[in-house]
């Protein structure tokens, strides 16, 4: 059956200093009110270990720490662009060898991935009214994902790969994937 309570370091003390003194499980279990099979137990541990005390370290160990992590969700902040396959490299080439899946756990955790945007490949003067337009934009309306307007044309285009940013930040100039608009050409 499953361990289910555990009990305290004096009464687990209390346990072995009994059993020092020649008493028998029955004795003990009807003495402190505990289980047969709860005293064989922590007299079984006593012996193995020598000690009753629980020790730490039970499960895996973190392969980032808070600090790795921490660089991790920078580093993405700088360039939401940035692959998880990058970022592996970095951290393999600090002496931490990670997943690709780890990252994304982090990642997950402390941001949120949108799909990019695309956006058509500008003369400098569109780009400059983009800008100026978004910037605009993003000021008066701060919780929406989409634009509306006539912006909506420059602005809003879909693309597959992801990106980690804030909602907000769609349209500042390193979330954009730069694209030729309509296959580009004459």
């Known amino acids: 059956m499953v361990k289910t309570k555990e009990y305290s370091e004096d009464l687990r ?5 009994c059993h020092s003194k020649g008493e028998g499980y029955d004795k003990i279990s009807k003495k402190l009110s505990l289980p047969k099979s709860t005293v064989q137990a922590i007299i079984k541990k006593f012996k193995s270990q020598g000690d009753v005390m629980n020790f730490g ?35 393999r080439s600090s002496g931490v060898n990670v997943s690709r ?5 982090v990642l997950k955790a402390c941001l949120k991935a949108y799909h990019s ?21 993003i000021k008066m309306l701060p919780s929406r994902n989409m634009l509306y307007g006539p912006t909506k044309r420059i602005l809003s285009y879909n693309s597959v ?9 769609a349209f500042l100039p390193k979330s954009p994937i730069p694209t030729v608009k309509h296959g580009g050409g004459n």
């Not at 003390?13 to 200093?17: Q, T």
């Not at 569109?126 to 100026?132: G, V």
Request: net charge positive; proline share 4%.
């Open 117 to 137: 945007r695309k956006t058509p490949l500008l003369k400098p003067v569109h780009l400059k009214a983009k800008s100026s337009q978004s910037a605009i934009l």
């Open 13 to 17: 003390k209390r346990v072995i200093a």
């Open 57 to 91: 370290g039970r499960g895996r160990k973190r392969l980032l720490s808070a600090r790795a992590e921490r660089t991790i969700v920078r580093r993405v902040n700088q360039n939401p662009r940035i692959t998880a396959g990058e970022i592996v490299e970095e951290q």
């Open 101 to 105: 899946h780890t990252v994304g756990r």
């Open 161 to 169: 790969s992801s990106v980690y940013r804030k909602s907000v930040e």
